[in-house]
C-alpha cells in the first residue's frame, strides 16, 4: 500500500543522474519505481540509461519538457505508486536506510498525507545539518528549514491541491507548500537528503527570495512579516560572502545553532 516512487529530473547532467542512481541503487529499501524524467538536448542521458544495465525498478521518460516544474509534473503524473519523492539529479540520500525509515514511518502513520525531514547542505563553506518541523503559521518564512528534497508526497495529495505551477520558474516548490499546507503532514526526525548546490535555486537565490514575497501574498495578501523576513534573509545571503560572515557562520556552527 505505502509503496514509493523516486522521480528524478535531469537536464543535460549525466555525472549528476549517475550519482543519484548510486545513492537510489545503495538503499537497503529499494524502491517500487525510479522514475527518470530526462528531458535533455543531447543524447548522453538516454544513451546511457539503454546501453547500461538497470535495476528492474528503474524506468524513464526521454522527452524535451518545458522546465523543472513541467518536468516535476509528468513525473507524478506518470508515477506508478502511492509515495512520490523528487530526488532531482546530483541530489543523494544521507544514508543507505532511508527509504527503509520513511517506509516504516507511513506504515506506523496512515492518515499521514506528505511529510519533510531534514537536508545536508553546504552554507558559507560549511557542511551541516538543517531541519524543523513544518508549521503553516510560518510560510512567510519560506522553505529554509522544510526542504523540498527531502518532502514524501501521496500522490493524491496532488489531485487535491494541484501539480506545481508553471507560471514559477524557481520558487515553485515554495507556491506548493503553501498549497499543501492544510494536508495531514508528520516529521521524520532524520537527515533524509544531500543538497546538490550547483542547482538553479541556488544560482538565483536572491531572485527566489522575490518570488517568495509574490506567492506568500498571492495567498494571505500583503505582508508586512513576509517582506522584513525575506529582507533578513537577503542581507544573511550577501553576509555570509564575506570572510567576516563566514567566520561568524563557522562559531555559530560550533556552537550546535546551524539549525536555529
Known amino acids: 500500500m505505502n509503496a514509493i516512487t523516486v522521480i528524478s529530473i535531469c537536464f543535460n547532467n549525466l555525472s ?12 537497503t529499501v ?14 548522453e542521458i ?26 516535476f509534473n509528468k513525473g507524478i503524473q506518470n508515477a506508478r505508486f502511492s509515495i512520490t519523492h523528487l530526488l532531482h539529479a546530483g541530489d543523494s540520500y544521507a544514508s543507505e536506510n532511508v527509504l527503509g525509515i ?13 511529510t519533510s525531514g531534514n537536508i545536508r547542505v553546504t552554507r558559507a563553506g560549511e557542511m551541516v545539518v538543517v531541519g524543523k518541523p513544518f508549521d503553516a503559521t510560518k510560510l512567510y518564512r519560506g522553505m529554509r528549514s522544510v526542504a523540498h528534497p527531502t518532502w514524501f508526497v501521496k500522490r493524491e495529495v496532488y489531485n487535491r491541491i494541484g501539480l506545481f505551477n508553471n507560471d514559477f520558474k524557481i520558487a515553485m516548490d515554495y507556491d506548493l507548500m503553501c498549497r499543501i499546507a492544510q494536508e495531514q ?15 538553479i535555486s541556488t544560482k538565483n537565490y536572491l531572485q527566489s527570495l522575490k518570488d517568495n514575497i509574490a506567492i506568500y501574498e498571492h495567498y ?13 534573509l537577503r542581507i544573511l545571503h550577501w553576509l ?13 556552527k560550533g556552537l550546535g545553532l546551524a539549525n536555529a
Not at 46 to 71: C, F, M, T, V
Not at 109 to 114: E, G, I, L, S
Not at 240 to 252: E, N, S, V, Y
Open 16 to 27: 549528476d543522474l549517475q550519482k543519484t542512481c548510486i545513492s537510489v541503487d545503495e538503499q
Open 30 to 43: 529499494h524502491p517500487n519505481e525510479h522514475l527518470i524524467i530526462n528531458g535533455s538536448t543531447t543524447n
Open 46 to 71: 538516454a544513451n546511457w540509461l539503454i546501453s547500461h544495465p538497470q535495476p528492474s525498478y528503474r524506468r524513464w521518460i526521454n522527452e524535451r519538457d518545458k522546465g523543472i516544474g513541467d518536468a
Open 102 to 114: 520513511v517506509k516504516s514511518y507511513y506504515d506506523e502513520n496512515p492518515f499521514v498525507q506528505w
Open 185 to 199: 503532514y508528520g516529521y521524520i526526525n532524520e537527515t533524509i537528503a544531500v543538497f546538490d548546490d550547483s542547482g
Open 220 to 232: 494571505y495578501g500583503f505582508s508586512i512579516k513576509c517582506r522584513i523576513w525575506q529582507f533578513r
Open 240 to 252: 555570509l560572502q564575506t570572510r567576516f560572515g563566514k567566520w561568524l557562520f563557522k562559531i555559530k
